[in-house]
Every structure is written in structure tokens, then in C-alpha cells.
């Protein structure tokens, strides 16, 4: 299984992004799929993850202003970044996890400037 997240940039506090996560190989065994992010000088988060049946859960610091979803049909996971903060910028990575797997993409930069 390979992951592959895209979308990072640099906007501006206010703006908005939208990553992507797309997934090849044996996708079906992914039941869950999240963004993490890490920002310099700190530990990696869990941004949001989703589900298969696409239940979803948050970080309280982006509840309200980020979105995850997936579409199946084409194995991608979206984050939808809205009102977006200096303590936003970070190194944004997806994960797939399953029953005994856990996979990693290599990561997307985002940067808000104030």
C-alpha cells in the first residue's frame, strides 16, 4: 500500500486549503484513514480520521474549521482546511491504518502566514 498526500502551500491566515491523500495496493484493508500533522519543534497530532463508514473525529483545536472526508470510488481522503491560522503551519502527513497495518505517506507542507 502506498499513500501519497498533495495540496500543501502557503496562504495566507484566513484562507483555505484542501489536502489530498491518494491511496494504491491493497487498499481494502485500510479501515481507517487520518491526518496528522507536526509542526516544528513539536510532536505529531492527529489532525481528524474517518472511517470506513465514515464516522469522523477531530482535534479540538480544528473542530469547526476542518473537514475530513473519503470517496471511495477513487481511494482518497480529503482534509478540507478552512479559516486557516498561523498555528496551523505544520508538515501534514495521511495515515492508513487496518487490522495489523499501519501505513504512513510522506508529507504535504502547509504554511500560514499571519
Known amino acids: 500500500v502506498q499513500l ?7 496562504v495566507q491566515a484566513g484562507g ?3 489536502l489530498s491523500c491518494t491511496t494504491s495496493g491493497s ?9 496528522y500533522r507536526q509542526a516544528p519543534g513539536k510532536q505529531r497530532e492527529l489532525v481528524a480520521h474517518i472511517t470506513g ?3 469522523t473525529n477531530y482535534a479540538d ?3 469547526g474549521r476542518f473537514t475530513i472526508s473519503r470517496d471511495n470510488a477513487k481511494n482518497t481522503v480529503y482534509l478540507q482546511m478552512n479559516s486557516l491560522k498561523p498555528e496551523d ?3 501534514y502527513y495521511c495515515r492508513g491504518t487496518g487490522y495489523g497495518i499501519d501505513y504512513w505517506g510522506k ?3 502547509v504554511t500560514v502566514s499571519s
Open 27 to 35: 487498499v481494502s484493508s485500510i479501515k481507517v484513514m487520518g491526518w
Open 4 to 10: 501519497q498526500a498533495f495540496g500543501g502551500g502557503l
Open 16 to 18: 483555505s486549503l484542501r
Open 53 to 55: 463508514g465514515g464516522s
Open 107 to 109: 508529507g504535504t507542507l
Open 61 to 63: 483545536s480544528v473542530k
Open 89 to 91: 503551519t505544520a508538515v
